[in-house]
């Protein structure tokens, strides 16, 4: 028993032969594939670029130390990482779909715990951040209402950017507690030493400077006007140098505020420089209706030509072993 030849010619033959059937089924295919295209639910991008400044930029160290030649005025892919890792919190996400009123407009009450997880899902799965070979960032966002769209990928350039900026000044807002505190304390020290002094100096009639910080003091020169006795100017003396140094301390104390605080507002440095901010989509997700009358039509022709062929070798392979 031999089986069926079936070479280039005879698949010509055959296509050819029931090229009426094969062109009946791409035409079906292609009004399928336009319905289904009138049909579908059209999504639109938007889609925003920044690049990430370097944070050490707005570091105390650099505004007043003078800015390092070196230093590049562009993150690096590290900072790039952690914007990435960042735009995927809960922090970012939870706080966009608040300013943005997504919730909402999509009629999802957010004290409900599984509402919360559906928004934070649906969040997800429309935002998309990406890097490209020059480190820039690019945020797009996708949805049925175009305005939405670009209205929600530029709050979530925001967002990210005061979440990343908050990071870094986490830490400056430790420090300038830290200080402040010990501002206060020094300073209501130094109270309690003015006060002290100034009961000394009306009861001996001392109002010498005394303190030997002061690089001024004349032997000889004090002329006490009550019953000062030595140790009385001791006691001047040493209150004096003591409450200077908590002076010169605290005025210290003063210039790291400042610093530590300069470049932490909100309208102070900008961690992103945004190139091109996300702009109303106009044309929608996907293929356009001549596309996909081209493609449903090329697979319709392809699975019915597969079909014929199949169809006609099996014919064939019965009828010999018959």
């Known amino acids: 028993m031999s089986t069926p030849g079936f070479d280039l010619v005879d698949i010509v033959q055959t296509l050819r032969k029931r090229f ?13 594939g336009v319905a289904l295209h009138l049909m579908r639910k059209k999504e639109f991008t938007a889609t ?15 505004i007043y130390g003078g800015v390092d030649s070196r230093l590049d005025y562009f993150g690096n892919e590290d900072d790039v990482d952690r914007i990435i890792a960042l735009a995927e919190s809960d922090t970012v996400v939870m706080k966009v779909l608040l300013e943005t009123n997504l919730a909402h407009e999509m009629d999802k ?7 919360i997880h559906d928004m934070k899902s649906y969040f997800r799965r429309h935002m998309n951040i990406k890097r490209t070979e020059y480190t820039l960032v690019e945020i797009s966002f996708t949805d049925k209402d175009p305005i939405r769209a670009a209205r929600i990928a530029n709050s979530i350039v925001v967002t990210l950017e005061q979440a990343y900026r908050a990071f870094y000044n986490a830490n400056r807002a430790n420090i300038c507690l830290a200080l402040t505190k010990k501002y206060a304390e020094q300073d209501s020290a130094i109270r309690v030493f003015t006060d002290t002094l100034a ?8 109002y010498d400077l005394l ?30 140098a003591i409450k200077d140094g908590m002076v010169i301390d605290q005025s210290r104390l003063s210039t ?6 300069t470049g932490t507002g909100r309208q102070d440095m900008s961690m992103f420089q945004v190139i091109s901010r996300a702009r109303q989509p106009i044309v929608p997700e996907g293929l356009n209706g001549v596309m996909t009358l081209i493609v449903s039509c090329m697979l319709g022709f392809f699975f019915a ?3 014929v062929l199949i169809a006609t070798y099996y014919k064939a392979l019965i009828a010999v072993q018959r």
């Open 256 to 261: 790291l505020i400042q610093q530590f605080t």
């Open 199 to 206: 009961v000394l100096r009306d009861r001996t009639g001392i």
């Open 20 to 32: 009426r059937f094969i062109l009946v089924v791409t035409a079906i295919a292609g009004a399928i």
């Open 48 to 62: 925003a670029q920044f690049f990430v400044s370097n944070p050490l930029l707005s570091d105390r160290n650099t």
């Open 109 to 115: 009450d957010l004290i409900d715990a599984r509402n």
């Open 211 to 240: 303190s030997p910080n002061r690089n001024n003091v004349i032997n000889g020169t004090i002329t006490p006007k009550g019953n000062a006795s030595g140790k009385d100017i001791e006691v001047i003396q040493n209150i004096e």
């Open 305 to 307: 030509a597969i079909f």
